[in-house]
C-alpha cells in the first residue's frame, strides 16, 4: 500500500511562488503506480484536478488553470514528486492533495486509489 505524505504549503501574498513536495513510501511506487497527480480542493467546491506525471516517461498535463503558472515533476530514485506554483492568486487557495494511480493520463479524482492528507495554501491578495 502506497502511502503519501504532502508538505510545503502555506500563506503567501499574490504573485508569489510556493514549492509543494509529495513523498511516497510503503511499496514499489514505480512498478505499482503509473500516474501521479495533484488536486486541489476549495470550501465549499468539488476536487479539482491541478496537474499529473507519468512515473515511466515524465509526460506531463495540466488543467487550464495551471497551464503556464505550475509545474510538476518527479523525482523516482527518491519517490517524490513537486508542484512548483508561480504567479499564485487568491482563487489558488485550498487544499492541496498529491494521489497515486495505475492508470495513465488520468485526470479524474475517481481514478485515483491513493491520497495524501492535504496541505493548505493560501493566497493572500
Known amino acids: 500500500q502506497v502511502q503519501l505524505v504532502e508538505s510545503g504549503g502555506g500563506l503567501v501574498q499574490a504573485g508569489g511562488s510556493l514549492r509543494l513536495s509529495c513523498a511516497a513510501s510503503g511499496g514499489t511506487v514505480t512498478f505499482s503506480m503509473n500516474t501521479m497527480g495533484w488536486f486541489r480542493q476549495a470550501p465549499r467546491k468539488e476536487r479539482e484536478f491541478v496537474a499529473g506525471?507519468?512515473?515511466?516517461?515524465?509526460?506531463?498535463y495540466y488543467s487550464d488553470s495551471a497551464k503556464g503558472r505550475f509545474t510538476i515533476s518527479r523525482d523516482n530514485p527518491q519517490n517524490m514528486v513537486y508542484l512548483q506554483m508561480n504567479s499564485l492568486k487568491p482563487e489558488d487557495t485550498a487544499v492541496y492533495y498529491c494521489?497515486?494511480?495505475?492508470?495513465?493520463?488520468?485526470?479524474?479524482?475517481?481514478?485515483?486509489?491513493?491520497w495524501g492528507q492535504g496541505t493548505q495554501v493560501t493566497v493572500s491578495s
Open positions: 494521489a497515486a494511480t495505475r492508470l495513465t493520463d488520468a485526470t479524474n479524482r475517481y481514478a485515483y486509489s491513493n
Open positions: 506525471i507519468n512515473w515511466n516517461n515524465n509526460k506531463t
